[in-house]
């Protein structure tokens, strides 16, 4: 057979030669060992046999896609250990915190220290004689049987929702069946250092990061995180829509209007909570810091909270942290040349607190303007003066860093963290990954009021994901209060604006395999009206028509 290769160029192999026989002839290419292969742009595990003419290409471990092939592999090896060890104990896999995968359990059976050794054990066991995973690939309607037993009760799994004619890969560990969005590794050898734990009612599966995935670093237990993620999950619970499948049941029943009000609800009395405690006299707040990673819904946010706030007899006064870069000559850089405008040193933090500790002791201070376009800081007129009702509102990506704020003493000030953490799951093994809604929201956006196609958006996703690695996500334990702006509902609306964006990139672009990825997942989602999104939602931040619009 004729395939063509990464390198565009046709190779000829024998007839039911593998990917992962054909990466071994592009190994030089790669720095960790290839994870997964790509047939067409779609995604696939190595042990697929590619077909006359198809293009292919290969991605390796230290890669964002090969990474979560690596991460999905340890989960089946998790699951087919428990089923091996107790197999009455039902895994619901719910979230990550960094380089770690919290599973629950449905059937709240309690393991102890001494189970989640044995369980351990017989991971390290199978890892250790690099035990195969086979790829089964059906049909759907023959699928059923194979993976049926692994839902609890009544759970709707991502199955039901593909396609009638649709073929899907069911994999196989030890004689433990499942079905994986993501690929998963030929065998387990690839598989190094992990540690189980005990963590609420679940445990936690930990593994070496992305890019040192060989080793594990230091546990940091990440507490007010992980009761936000309960909390979305309790909310998808409440609505009954823990699922794709239960979200496309509401929509196709027309119940979507009443889902879309219990969810904007929900958001709108938690900003209300927030306002009243910052109005609260016992805490003397005079400013509030509001920083997430990119798309998370700062913008509407801040707003919403300024509407509250002024209802408590309150006069927010925002000042944006954008207009406090330094010059461009002074702004730090990425290893390729390329301006880090992401770092905190592109900042003047020390104009920045200067400019707060003069507000809080009542003077006028005029706020500069920065221009992205010229890279300089201008004066405009803009000045602002804190009465003993005023409170600064500060949005920005480095709003937790004590540096940003050090001027302020910690009980004069509230940090909040606001990220979108999504309760949905396509099922028990195949949750929704926040960085790809993320990217969702992030890509509509960037059409809508940026003028950027997709390709620029995911083309730009790595350096903006690299900057919230190093500069956000190490200080969401720094925050007083965190805020969840995931609406259980908002897959359904971006299938309608991301998928025509998707479509358009062609399948010579490199950016095609992500694309592809979000399309299918996309697929399996019914479309929803969103004419019942109220005007300040936060989704209305990225479809447009928010009431906010002139601040966006």
Known sequence: MQIIGPDGVQREYADGTNLARIAEDYRDRFASPVAL???????????????????????????????????????FTLIAATRKMRPEVHLEVQNTFGSALYCDIKNKIVLSKYDLADIEACMKEMIEQDEPVKAIVKKKQEAWPY????????QAPLLAALPDDASVIIYELEGVRAYFVRPILPSLGLLKDFELMRMGSGLLLRYGRQGAYDHLEPYKERKK????????EKMGQR??????????????????????????AQHEKRIAQIADAVASEEHGVRLVLIAGPSSSGKTTFSQRLAVQLRVNGLRPVPISMDNYFKRREETPRL?????????????DTDLFNDHLERLLRGEMVE???????????????????????GVVIVEGIHGLNEKVSASVPRDR?????????????????????????????????DSQFRSHDAVQTIRNWPKVRA????????????????????????LAVFKKYACPLLEKIPHSEPEFPIARKLLDMLSVVRPIDDRAIPNNSIIREFIGNSIFGDLL
Do not use: W
């Not at 993976?147 to 009544?154: A, K, L, P």
């Not at 995180?225 to 979305?232: G, M, N, Q, R, T």
């Open 37 to 75: 292969g790509f047939l067409n742009g779609r995604a696939v595990p190595l042990t697929i046999v590619p077909q006359e003419g198809e293009h292919i290409d290969f991605l390796d471990i230290d890669s964002a896609e090969g990474y979560n092939t690596y991460i999905s592999t340890f989960l």
């Open 335 to 347: 290893p390729d040349g390329s301006y880090d405008f992401e770092s905190i040193d592109a900042l």
């Open 413 to 445: 000030k509230l940090k909040i963290y606001i990220s979108a953490l999504t309760p949905l799951s396509f099922d028990d093994y195949n949750r929704i990954p926040t960085t790809d809604m993320r990217l969702l929201r992030r890509m509509v956006r």
């Open 147 to 154: 993976i049926q037993h692994n839902f609890y009760r009544d």
């Open 239 to 264: 609505l009954h829509c823990p699922t794709v499948a239960a979200l496309n049941q509401f929509i196709e029943r027309g119940d979507s209007r009443g889902i879309i009000q219990v969810c904007e």
């Open 467 to 490: 900057g919230e690695e190093k500069y956000i996500f190490p200080f969401s334990e720094e925050a007083d209060i965190l805020f969840n702006t995931t609406l259980i509902y908002e």
């Open 367 to 389: 706020i500069p303007h920065f221009s992205f376009r010229t890279g300089e800081r201008s004066y405009r007129g803009q000045k602002e003066q804190l009465g003993s009702d």
């Open 225 to 232: 995180l992980a009761a936000v993620y309960a909390e979305s």
